[in-house]
């Protein structure tokens, strides 16, 4: 016979504390919460790579968009349409952009205060929302343009939903519960390890673990031509480093929650601002393993314990097997979904701390929100900015005395700058480009080779090639007789400013 708490037994008038006859209150709080700690300073960190990728695909037409998913990124496809009509509105600053992150961010906190009130407690729920509205993954997550933030909105929905249908066992339930998964799938494809998070803890607690497991494979039938679909696409994660599994771990341990920052520059923050990370990873998993041990001793809670620790672990586990046997995957922002049940433990062992000693709570909570903002300083780009940002680079050429009359790009990723930031390039000759991203069904362009011919007598030139010491071919340039001015070599990139009379 399953423990769940009886509202999951189908019991009726039976619910857990809703907060003194205002049930929306604590949600509420905690997502504006959750909002401020998202959105304040969004617009501070310049746009990086991956968001670029958004502005150049939100920023084409439907059709151009469609003809983009054939050859790359249709497992984002769905999160660009979305952006596509928003930016229609509302443009393609970092705050436009960001905005619908934020607010995703905020809703799935106050859903997880929901599910921790549905599955255990008022104060679990509140508790949980609270260390989710800080969690330094889910603040990237909500300063981001990119679809991170709703896929753990989609989770929390999507748990809700469980709960309601094992609650009901209605077939209407279970619908909404397939739709709900199938988004979530269409959203971002890695979310189908959240289903199957669901379907293992349905089958560890018994409960309804045929009409569960049938709901999934359903699931699994309509999303399989979009999986099978997105899988041929596999060399645009080629670029995800090749670890082992000892090394994913490592990367998994820290920056799975507790450092949200993705952007590839290799700038470590200061050893302070690591110092408390690492506290706070510290504190939090010693608050799962405590609330763990609470769950051992109180069946009521085991429902709340298993589906969290499942929605955590099998996407987790899921990944990393698959980038150690097959390909490299594991990327922390690609399992963003799990961090509201990771919260959810948390909030658990908050709950159970000694019930006579209060201020061992307040210093608990105090030291989980220190040790959750100060990072943000970093994902905030207040302290510890990389040198070469989009935004930095832009601002080069567009402060530069005397604008270049053209600019090459070695490669079409590296014009990521003049896509994110095209007002610092008008009046810039893109000598290079030889077809729009639009019209080639690219992210960022085809190019093609520029010759001396085209570069003598422009003036001054601008060449953006590669960094870290990496050779660059500067042939056409020496042929056209032009004379290297300056160079400003960075990790990512270096630029090389020629006058070409």
């Known amino acids: 016979m399953s423990h769940a708490p009886r509202h999951l037994q189908g019991s009726k008038g039976v619910n857990p504390p809703s907060g003194h006859g205002r049930p929306w209150a604590a949600p509420t709080a905690i997502g504006l919460l959750a909002f401020c700690a998202a959105f304040i300073g969004s617009w501070v960190p310049s746009f990086w790579d991956d968001e670029v990728a958004t502005i150049s695909a939100a920023g084409r037409s439907p059709g151009q968009l469609l003809m983009l998913l054939q050859s790359v990124d249709a497992v ?3 999160y660009y349409f979305l952006m596509h009509y928003w930016t229609s509105v509302f443009g393609f600053s970092e705050l436009a952009m960001r905005l619908p992150s934020a607010v995703a961010v905020a809703l799935a906190c106050a859903g997880t205060v929901v599910i921790g009130r549905k599955l255990g407690s008022a104060r679990i729920g509140l508790a949980a929302g609270f260390v989710l509205a800080l969690l330094p993954r889910m603040v990237w997550a909500g300063t981001e343009a990119r679809q991170s933030a709703f896929t753990a909105l989609f989770a929390v929905a999507l748990t809700l939903l469980l709960i309601r249908a094992w609650q009901s066992n209605r077939v209407g339930d279970w619908l909404l519960y397939g739709v709900c998964a199938v988004l979530g799938i269409w959203m971002f494809m890695f979310f189908a390890l959240a289903v199957a998070s669901h379907a293992a803890a349905a089958l560890f607690l018994k409960r309804r673990p045929i009409a569960t497991l049938a709901a999934s494979a359903a699931v699994g039938a309509v999303v ?3 999986l099978l679909y997105a899988l041929g696409q596999k060399a645009q994660v080629d670029w ?3 670890r082992s599994l000892a090394q994913n771990l490592m990367t998994a341990a820290v920056k799975q929650f507790f450092y949200g920052d993705d952007r590839p520059t290799e700038n470590l923050p ?3 601002v690591l110092g408390f990370v690492v506290l706070l990873g510290v504190l939090e998993i010693s608050l799962v393993v405590w609330g763990l041990r609470a769950a051992t001793r109180n069946p009521a809670l085991r429902p709340l314990a298993v589906l969290g620790l499942a929605s955590v672990a099998v996407p987790m586990a899921g990944l990393l ?3 150690v ?3 490299p995957v594991y990327v922390a ?5 799990t961090a509201p049940a990771f919260a959810l433990l948390v909030g658990l062992g908050i709950s159970h701390l000694p019930a006579g000693r209060t201020w061992v709570k307040y210093v608990v909570v105090a030291a989980l929100a220190l040790a959750s903002l100060v990072p943000q300083l970093t994902l905030k780009s207040v302290i510890n900015e990389p040198p070469d940002t989009e935004r930095q680079l832009a601002d080069l050429v567009d402060d530069a005395p005397g604008k270049p009359a053209a600019i090459v790009y070695l490669h079409p990723h590296l014009r990521d700058m003049a896509l994110a930031y095209p007002e610092d390039f008008d009046g810039v000759k893109d000598l290079s480009l030889q077809e729009s991203p639009g019209d080639s069904g690219t992210l960022w362009g085809e190019n093609r080779a520029v010759t001396a011919e085209q570069l003598a007598g422009l003036g001054e030139v601008w060449f953006v090639g590669d960094g870290k010491g990496a050779p ?6 020496a042929a056209a007789g032009c004379a290297e001015t300056r160079a400003l070599p960075y990790q990512r990139v270096t630029m090389v400013v020629f006058e070409c009379r």
Do not use: K, M
């Open 325 to 327: 046997a097959a390909q």
């Open 270 to 272: 200061p050893q302070w």
């Open 321 to 323: 097997l698959v980038s």
């Open 240 to 242: 995800i480093q090749d």
């Open 472 to 477: 660059n071919d500067f042939s056409a340039f």
């Open 76 to 78: 984002h496809g769905l």
């Open 333 to 337: 922002r690609y399992l963003t979904f």
């Open 224 to 226: 399989l031509p979009f």
